[in-house]
């Protein structure tokens, strides 16, 4: 499987995308797991995002785009087949996929759009924790971890991003808007665009991505 997929901030990108990665082997890069690794480890890249990251804005598509050409071309993993979650984010993101892929002689297969009303992003957003190594994320009341603060797998302790507060989430939501949308116009114009209800339970939402992939029977 090839696809990307789309979808404000709390959508549920990071929520689906490791379920996909299961069934389908394909690899999953976030490009928002992928920069706050690069914070953690405190390069030079990561001190310049984490500014932007808590800002709500965006990190320049040169570094993003060569961060997806890095991993499609060297991670084995991605050789079967790619999840991408949180890119392209711009137009210009979005074309350099396409020529990426077109040189390889491959294309997107779907292109999905995890909508939701900006209303019911908050909750979700103000209530994630997350397990830092592996991107794991849950949420205080509509998923909560077994043990409090604790991930399930690793036992290693749950953090808030800082990223995640309502002021900061505002400035990514007006930079979803006026940044990504367009993103999504542009695969609107061809055929894999496919949009899905996000605000369903997330059982819900994962029986609608099968029923995208033709999977549901
Ligand atoms: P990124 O990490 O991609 O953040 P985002 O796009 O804001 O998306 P989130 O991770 O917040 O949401 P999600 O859709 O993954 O939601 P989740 O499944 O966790 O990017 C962070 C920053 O990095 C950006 O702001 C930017 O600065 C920079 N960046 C990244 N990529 C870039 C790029 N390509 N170009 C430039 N800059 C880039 O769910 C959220 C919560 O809700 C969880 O607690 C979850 O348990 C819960 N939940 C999920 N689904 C449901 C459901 N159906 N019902 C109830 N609760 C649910
Ligand atoms: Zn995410």
């Not at 789309?6 to 890069?29: D, N, R, S, V």
Request: glycine share 8%; net charge neutral.
């Amino acid at each position: 499987i090839r696809m990307i997929l789309m979808g404000p901030p709390g959508a549920g990108k990071g929520t689906q995308a490791p379920k996909i990665q299961e069934k389908y082997c394909a690899c999953h890069l976030a490009t928002g797991d992928m920069l706050r690794s690069q914070v953690a480890k405190k390069t030079q890249l990561g001190r310049e995002a984490k500014k932007i990251m808590d800002q709500g804005g965006l990190v320049s598509d040169e570094i993003m785009i060569n961060m997806i050409k890095g991993e499609l071309e060297n991670n084995q993993d991605c050789k079967q087949g790619f999840i991408l979650d949180g890119f392209p984010r711009t137009v210009a993101q979005a074309e350099r996929l396409d020529e990426m892929l077109a040189a390889k002689d491959q294309k997107l297969q779907h292109a999905i759009e995890l909508q939701i009303d900006d209303g019911l992003l908050v909750s979700r957003i103000t209530g994630r924790l997350v397990h830092p190594a592996s991107g794991r994320s849950y949420h205080k009341i509509f998923n909560p971890p077994k043990e409090a603060m604790k991930d399930d797998v690793t036992g290693e302790p749950l953090i808030q991003r800082s990223d995640d507060n309502a002021d900061t989430l505002k400035k990514r939501l007006s930079t979803y808007h006026a940044q990504t949308s367009p993103v999504v116009a542009y695969y609107q114009k061809t055929g894999i665009w496919k949009p899905i209800d996000a605000s369903q339970e997330p059982g819900q939402v994962w029986k609608s991505l099968l029923g995208v992939f033709g999977d549901d029977k």
